[in-house]
């Protein structure tokens, strides 16, 4: 359709004008509204880094149980941990029992000598175990799934810390009746026992060691 052309009155300039003014300060609020969203994604990003470098191995803990939805959640971010080849050569035995708790403790002195509490009061343990046959890198499994429940813990409001007591506490007698008892078989070894539960301490970091990273640009 032909538009006929008609000259600009003052009214007309005044709108305009008003109309890119609009415009001018819709596009300015789109591009505030753009920097709080840049903002608010780094400022997650941030919290979520944060995760890594404020978890702390907790050596004191409250008495109670954290809920089986909480542990669960560590549980599941344990499976999810890289293995090699995809292998997956870890089962993690999630021990709430109390009375299974404390004799893996005293299993944990029998092994590695001592008298106090291994677990250093935590309510629960989890039990990571490999099996050597499926992956030659079945110590590196377990490695991942204990950092993978230790960070997940720490996210969830939750202290662990790694007791390097499993290896021998499952060479032992006992140990190996233990494994037959939860009907566990395969040449199984203990890679570590992560105990879990709310902390009672709050530790500060130890300084980072001087060129922890070289870089070979």
């Given at each position: 359709m032909l538009r006929k052309w008609m000259p600009l009155t003052m009214a007309m300039i005044l709108l305009l004008v008003g109309a890119a003014a609009c415009q001018k300060t819709t596009t300015t609020d789109q591009s505030n509204s753009t920097d709080t969203t840049e903002e608010t994604m780094r400022m997650t990003t941030q919290e979520k880094m944060d995760i890594f470098l404020t978890r702390r191995s907790i050596r004191k803990y409250k008495p109670e149980l954290p809920s089986q939805e909480l542990l669960d959640k560590v549980l599941e971010a344990g499976t999810y941990a890289p293995s090699a080849m995809g292998k997956q050569s870890v089962t993690i035995v999630a021990v709430t029992n109390r009375a299974v708790r404390d004799q893996l403790s005293q299993l944990a002195n029998k092994a590695r000598g001592g008298e106090e509490d291994q677990f250093y009061g935590a309510p629960?343990?989890?039990?990571?175990?490999?099996?050597?046959?499926?992956?030659?890198?079945?110590?590196?499994?377990?490695?991942?799934?204990?950092?993978?429940?230790?960070?997940?813990?720490?996210?969830?409001?939750?202290?662990?810390?790694?007791?390097?007591?499993?290896?021998?506490?499952?060479?032992?007698?006992?140990?190996?009746?233990?494994?037959?008892?939860?009907?566990?078989?395969?040449?199984?070894?203990?890679?570590?026992?992560?105990?879990?539960?709310?902390?009672?301490?709050?530790?500060?970091?130890?300084?980072?060691k001087d060129h922890y990273v070289i870089h070979i640009d």
């Open positions: 629960a343990v989890f039990v990571v175990l490999a099996d050597k046959s499926l992956s030659n890198n079945y110590l590196q499994d377990g490695a991942l799934v204990v950092g993978n429940m230790q960070n997940a813990a720490h996210a969830l409001g939750l202290g662990t810390c790694w007791i390097n007591a499993a290896k021998g506490i499952f060479e032992l007698e006992e140990g190996q009746a233990l494994l037959k008892e939860w009907g566990l078989e395969g040449d199984l070894v203990g890679v570590a026992c992560c105990i879990i539960g709310y902390p009672d301490e709050s530790p500060e970091p130890a300084p980072r």
